[in-house]
């Protein structure tokens, strides 16, 4: 079984939603909770950006183009974090990595993709 694992992507219309989830079964809990958790996207031709992270406060932050559409959140007990997004548009396609902070791990990336 993989140590991460990515679900939720898929294709889907302009106008719709989708909620990727990921888990990581290596991180032992007492340093899962102290962990920043974030995802990252990376379009064709594009570098990796930051869509969002929060910390293990709950206090959470938004790239610029994703604010009021997409909302992070996490479930320690889990080990898992969440992304919901909202209002998918075109420019929000690609793939999608989950990250967990200062451990390091990624997960394996999750194709999105937001047809017009």
């Known amino acids: 079984q993989a140590q991460v694992q990515e679900s939720g992507g898929g294709l889907v219309q302009a106008g719709g939603s989708l909620r990727l989830s990921c888990r990581n079964s290596?991180?032992?809990?007492?340093t899962f909770w102290g962990i920043e958790l974030g995802w990252y996207r990376q379009a064709p031709g594009k570098q990796?950006?930051?869509?969002?992270?929060?910390?293990?406060?709950?206090?959470?932050n938004y790239g610029d183009s994703v604010k009021g559409r997409f909302t992070i959140s996490r479930d320690d007990g889990k080990r898992s974090v969440f992304l919901q997004m909202d209002n998918l548009n075109p420019d929000d396609t690609g793939v999608y990595y989950c990250?967990?902070?200062?451990?390091?791990?990624w997960g394996q990336g999750i194709q999105v993709t937001v047809s017009s």
């Open positions: 990796r950006e930051l869509v969002a992270n929060i910390n293990s406060d709950g206090s959470t």
């Open positions: 290596r991180i032992i809990l007492s």
């Open positions: 990250h967990f902070g200062s451990t390091n791990y």
